[in-house]
């Protein structure tokens, strides 16, 4: 398979910018590449050389934690919060996350 003159395949693009070769064949799919173009044939994606898309890297999402405490535990957890220099939902945060308090 020939590469056209002036572009570069998903995987070169992609070690050109510091991203997986899927994240640009994502972005393309979704036109946010202008001037990229995909081989009827192998279903490659090509992307001109001299694009310059900025690229977002993808943010890590923690997942959400629910915390069930009874009205004893809560009163504790609210009286360990006023002793430090933070918020209840802060201390929690920190708390669970294993940050300093």
Same mark, same amino acid.
């Given at each position: 398979m020939a590469i056209p003159d002036g572009y570069l395949t998903a *995987?070169?693009? =992609?070690? &050109?910018? +510091? @991203?997986s070769p899927q994240a640009v064949t994502k972005k393309c799919? =979704?036109?946010?590449?202008? +001037? =990229? @173009?995909?081989?009827? &044939? *192998? +279903?490659?994606?090509?992307?001109?050389?001299d694009t310059k898309v900025p690229i977002q890297q993808s943010i890590k999402r923690k997942k959400k934690r629910v915390i069930y405490a009874t009205d004893k535990e809560w009163? *504790? @957890?609210v009286e360990a919060a006023s002793r430090t220099k933070y918020s209840t939902s802060e201390f929690i945060v920190r708390k669970v996350s294993g940050k300093k308090i």
């Open positions: *995987s070169q693009y =992609a070690k &050109r910018m +510091g @991203i799919r =979704a036109g946010k590449i202008p +001037g =990229a @173009i995909q081989d009827p &044939r *192998s +279903g490659w994606w090509f992307v001109p050389e009163d *504790s @957890i």
